[in-house]
């Protein structure tokens, strides 16, 4: 549990507000069961902190500002589930783009020494929790550009988790980052 002197952290790519509008829709339409994420909480994690203390912030932001990625296409066009009933929507290939991103910032937080989950990288989109049926398969099909990623903060408040946005930083256009110098 996150008090005032740490955080509960994680990297993500925020989902646009018109794409989260029509994810919802189509999930409420859908016989999911579970606990529905709120709109405002969809997104897709790169990298899950967990709760890291809140002297480390500056140097998580400073972290992130160094990481170059090209920004890129992301289609969620299938229904997984994980775990104890998270019912997802993921990537049926995940664009290169998006694991050089995940792979750089794990990279860059290993150097840190913040510890993230041993299992390989598997991009989602958490849209339900605890539901009791196993979802999967394919499904509608959602795609939007990907052009900035976001340091959030997870707090519980009497209205449920709410996200809070503590940086965001730009991926670059394919053409200028090729021409980047490599880190």
């Given at each position: 549990m996150a008090t005032e002197d740490t955080l509960r952290l994680f990297f993500a790519l925020p989902c646009p507000p018109e794409q989260a509008t029509a994810i919802c829709s189509w999930r409420d339409r859908q016989a999911l069961g579970g606990r529905p994420v709120a709109l405002e909480n969809l997104h897709l994690t790169l990298a899950f902190l967990g709760a890291q203390p809140a002297a480390r912030l500056d140097a998580l932001r400073h972290l992130a500002a160094g990481v170059t990625s090209d920004s890129f296409e992301l289609t969620l066009n299938r229904l997984i589930t994980l775990?104890?009933?998270?019912?997802?929507?993921?990537?049926?290939?995940?664009?290169?783009?998006?694991?050089?991103?995940?792979?750089s910032l794990a990279e860059r937080l290993g150097a840190l020494s913040i510890v993230l989950d041993s299992r390989p990288y598997l991009p989602h989109m958490t849209l339900a929790r605890q539901a009791h049926s196993q979802a999967q398969g394919a499904a509608a099909s959602f795609s939007w550009r990907a052009e900035r990623f976001v340091l959030y903060r997870?707090?519980?408040?009497?209205?449920?988790?709410?996200?809070?946005?503590?940086?965001?930083?730009?991926?670059?256009?394919?053409?200028?980052?090729?021409?980047?110098a490599p880190n």
């Open positions: 775990g104890k009933g998270f019912v997802c929507l993921a990537p049926s290939e995940a664009p290169p783009a998006l694991l050089q991103l995940a792979g997870s707090q519980n408040t009497a209205d449920g988790v709410r996200y809070q946005e503590l940086g965001s930083w730009p991926l670059q256009a394919p053409e200028t980052a090729t021409s980047a």
